[in-house]
């Protein structure tokens, strides 16, 4: 179940290009020009090519890597599957961390020194900022350890061990189980297998994770550690340079770093934060290479992608690219113009939303290219031609039937999957409602003098959650059929008569608008007659109590369906490689330097210097306001061709932010950072002529840090290797 590799599609769409000329030629048209039948024996020739040839795409577990050592070693890697993955000796992923609980940072030196993107640290970044030392505009170098900040609630973790439990965990299962009776088996068991793996604890955490929609299961081991603090980071005029404006675009000269460090006990093992702790010893970190980069050198990266759809149906990406997405571009299209409006107004609401801006605003554009690539390379035409292939071939088998029966249950599932869509891009976003529903939580629990309303209220600007209210709970209005709205939505609105007159009477009303008027609110009872609390929790209701079971209910049965299609690709297949779908566990991805064609007669060459950052500067546009200090530097000469970004092939998405990019000896080379926009389909189908993660090329980072940060240092701590 573990076999993994170049998906189909391009074979696909050779399939469909030669059925189409074949059929021309059955029905004896003379419309078969020369040109035709150069094409045919171009798609013949491509067709019996190894599939191995046509790209570098997987996303494949460490501890199974020994299936493609051979293959990462033709292509130039030097170095053993034993040293990327070892259980009992140090290897490359015991450099590797989750970062939080979203991105994936490595250990550059022997003293737990830590390096991950920029926008990762942003939030830590953001909550050491104040108006009076703005690290965001002005960067932050620790000189002394003393001077490192503490990062409270920032975790990383190291994985210890990854174990297939699929045996152990389907203990008790039988065929003649209902889904949900399955279901049960298999979380039970799983809590048994998790609790025997974390039993030492010493900062140990486990967790089963489903791979092929719960053909298998693996166990990964953490070992987490929970004192981390900010050392360095660059201004975000270099960190975030180019903003929203170039996110998920090429050429890219962001300097998407930032820095940490790891604290430990004197023993080395886990612990809160102590004045006591010391630097963490790494069982290894990864050398970091000053050589640099060219096209068609070999990469591979080390990370925890957050999830992929490689498998789905196409009723499963016809929803994707022309129903959801699509609704959530418009509603935070509308969110980001309010918040730009007011961040653009004052530097205090600037600060306060940045990170909710960038949060906001990285899935909005994403989904924008998503859609793009889905069109552009007809994958539900695609995936339609390859269901009918499939289904000749499950004729009379136990597989015949499974995709229409997928169509069906997604079609049943539809409206209420987008129900919660638009719920989470509108009533569920809003501040004012959701810091209420938390404040109430809180009272409850811990008294008045347990709420932390200046943590609740420092990053607020009531101004944009009222105008929020307003564009979003109008979107709820227009998105969701008024037979699935809740009753308490229907009857507020027919009462107040629109949604601007419901949020005029809402804002002017709720306690919880500001930390003052909050206060005053002592007793749980009494703050649940707030109406911005009664809103939140009669629209999680509705939620909770109509959609959500219905979304539960056919996923049951959609995940059943799911599994069979999974075990019927792998039949069908037989010589194909699949590689699990992402799912936040530790992966190895690889392949090599590469530019693309994004278009006729365009080609983007993979890598940008510090000249483009010149070229795009601009003291007018906040996105491209460098510091004066990089154009002094700069006015001196000599530094025109410093590297900044890169583009590969390797096969990323979300949670790979922060990913060590290391070349065929091991060393690192770059950070993975982003990916190009026509290629965000990558998540679904990876097409391997314009799917291209972007990385910023450590050079540069060395460079900032010596050059702006004067955080000499630091990189004296690293061991360096040309």
Not at 511 to 530: G, P, Q, R
Request: aromatic share 12%; proline share 3%.
């Amino acid at each position: 179940m573990h076999r993994s590799g170049k998906t189909a599609d391009g074979e696909l769409q050779l399939f469909i290009n030669f059925a189409s000329v074949i059929k021309a030629i059955e029905q004896g048209t003379d419309k078969i020009t020369t040109i035709d039948m150069k094409k045919i024996l171009t798609i013949l020739i491509a067709a019996i090519m190894p599939l191995a040839a046509w790209a570098d795409d997987g996303m494949w577990l460490p501890s199974l890597i020994r299936e493609r050592i051979a293959d990462m070693q033709a292509k130039g890697f030097k170095l053993s599957a034993e040293d990327i993955y070892s259980v009992n000796e140090a290897s490359l992923k015991d450099a590797v961390v989750l970062f939080g609980r979203g991105c994936t940072g490595e250990l550059i030196s022997a003293e737990g020194l830590l390096i991950t993107n920029h926008h990762c640290g942003y939030g830590q970044i953001q909550r050491h900022s104040s108006v009076e030392h703005d690290y965001l505009r002005d960067g932050f170098w620790a000189m002394k350890r003393s001077e490192e900040l503490p990062c409270p609630g920032l975790s990383v973790s190291f994985l210890d061990r990854m174990e297939d439990v699929t045996e152990v965990v389907l203990r008790g299962y039988e065929k003649s189980m209902s889904e949900e009776q399955r279901d049960s088996v298999v979380r039970a068991n799983s809590k048994a297998v998790i609790a025997d793996a974390v039993r030492a604890g010493e900062g140990l955490r486990a967790s089963v994770e489903a791979l092929y929609y719960g053909n298998q299961y693996y166990l990964f081991v953490y070992r987490e550690y929970s004192d981390v603090r900010l050392v360095g980071a660059p201004p975000s005029s270099i960190g975030k340079f180019g903003g929203d404006t170039d996110n998920w675009m090429w050429p890219r000269h962001t300097g998407d770093f930032s820095m940490f460090r790891v604290y430990a006990d004197k023993d080395n093992k886990p612990a809160g934060y102590s004045e006591e702790n010391v630097p963490y010893q790494p069982k290894r970190f990864f050398k970091v290479s000053v050589a640099g980069v060219k096209e068609g050198d070999f990469t591979f990266i080390y990370g925890f992608p957050g999830s992929t759809k490689e498998y789905i149906s196409s009723a499963s990406v016809n929803y994707i690219s022309e129903i959801s997405d699509p609704a959530r571009i418009d509603i935070r299209t509308q969110r980001l113009a309010i918040q730009k409006k007011y961040m653009s107004q004052s530097q205090k609401v600037r600060i306060q939303y940045s990170s909710k801006n960038a949060s906001v605003a990285n899935a909005w554009k994403k989904w924008q290219g998503e859609v793009k690539g889905i069109r552009k390379n007809h994958v539900i035409a695609t995936k339609q031609a390859y269901e009918q292939r499939f289904e000749d071939w499950a004729k009379g088998s136990e597989y015949e039937g499974i995709t229409a029966k997928i169509a069906s249950l997604e079609a049943e599932a539809q409206p209420y999957n987008f129900a919660r869509d638009i719920y989470t891009e509108t009533a569920y976003a809003l501040e004012l409602s959701s810091m209420a529903s938390k404040i109430v939580g809180d009272l409850k629990s811990r008294g008045v003098d347990g709420v932390n309303y200046a943590a609740y209220y420092k990053d607020y600007c009531v101004d944009i959650d009222k105008e929020c209210f307003v564009a979003e709970m109008n979107a709820f209005k227009a998105y969701v059929p008024e037979e699935l709205q809740p009753e308490y939505f229907r009857t507020e609105l027919a009462r107040c008569g629109s949604v601007e007159a419901w949020a005029e009477e809402m804002f002017s009303s709720s306690a919880f608008v500001s930390e003052e008027s909050a206060k005053i609110l002592t007793e749980a009872a009494e703050a649940a007659k707030d109406p911005a609390y009664i809103f939140y929790r009669s629209m999680y209701n509705w939620y909770a109590d109509v959609i959500r079971p219905e979304i539960r209910r056919r996923s049951l049965e959609i995940d059943l369906a799911n599994r069979a299609y999974m075990r019927g690709q792998m039949a069908f297949e037989k010589e194909r490689d699949f590689f699990p779908d992402a799912n936040l566990t530790l992966r190895v991805a690889y392949g090599h330097v590469c530019g693309y064609s994004p278009a006729d007669g365009t080609y983007y060459r993979p890598v940008s210097t510090l000249k483009g950052v010149m070229e795009k500067d601009n003291p007018e546009i906040f996105d491209y306001n460098i510091p004066q200090v990089l154009r002094d530097i700069y006015a001196k000469g000599g530094f025109e061709d410093t590297p900044v970004c890169f583009l590969a092939n390797n096969h990323t998405t979300g949670g790979n932010s922060g990913s060590p990019v290391i070349n065929a000896d091991g060393n690192l080379i770059g950070l993975n950072f982003d990916r190009v926009w026509e290629g965000t389909m990558s998540d679904i189908v990876f097409d391997p002529e314009i799917c291209r993660n972007i990385s910023l090329d450590i050079r540069y980072a060395l460079f900032i840090i010596k050059e702006l940060g004067h955080a000499d240092h630091l990189i004296d701590e690293m061991v360096l290797v040309k």
